[in-house]
């Protein structure tokens, strides 16, 4: 039985906090979560089920935005026409990046704000990330484009930060050439 999330909205004051390290390996109780994450975020991204049980389309989430203050991220990547990725990192860390700066074009959204938000962020083409799955295994995630875009976002949430808060006040958007900063 399918049960939606509760997530936080942006002015929760709690979603500004930076988050904690995660003990690992992840108790039984925050995997039941995970896959209730999973489950919606997979749903979210198939039309026919987002609109069954009214969901926004959503392709990550991380764990402070349901009020747990814990450096755990979620990740659901559609890569073909109903096949989804599934990410799970517990205490990622960025540990390089491209110099290269891409943003998403349509801009970005998030499933605490309820709201559109104009303007275009600016995130790095590639990143490979670090962190440990359920089990306290250590991973490496290379991610590029639209995932790395996605980790990024997630990332930030557990430091406190929005997406709307990297948006350039003076350069709200950029152009067609101007997506692909080098």
């Known amino acids: 039985m399918f049960k939606k ?5 942006e002015k929760e004051k709690s979603l500004r906090k930076k988050s904690v390290e995660a003990t690992l390996p992840i108790s039984d109780e925050y995997k039941k979560i995970i896959k ?3 489950d919606e975020l997979t749903y979210s991204q198939i039309e026919e089920l ?3 049980y009214d969901l926004r389309p959503g392709m990550g989430l991380a764990f402070p935005q349901l009020g747990i203050n814990e450096r755990i991220i979620v990740i659901v990547h559609e890569v073909d026409d109903g096949k989804f990725d599934e990410y799970v990192v517990v205490n990622p860390k960025i540990i390089s990046y491209s ?6 074009e349509a801009g970005e959204g998030c499933l605490s704000v309820n709201r559109d938000v104009d303007g275009h962020v600016k995130r790095h083409a590639r990143v490979t990330i670090e962190g440990y799955d359920i089990n306290g295994n250590k991973i490496k995630i290379r991610a590029r484009e639209e995932l790395a875009i996605a980790f990024q976002h997630e990332i930030d ?3 406190g930060i929005l997406f709307y808060d990297r948006i350039d006040k003076n350069h709200r958007f950029y152009g067609e050439y101007e997506l692909r900063l080098i």
């Open 36 to 38: 209730q994450i999973i």
């Open 157 to 159: 949430h557990l430091d």
């Open 50 to 52: 987002a609109e069954k």
């Open 99 to 104: 110099s290269e700066m891409i943003a998403a």
């Open 5 to 9: 999330l509760n997530i936080l909205d």
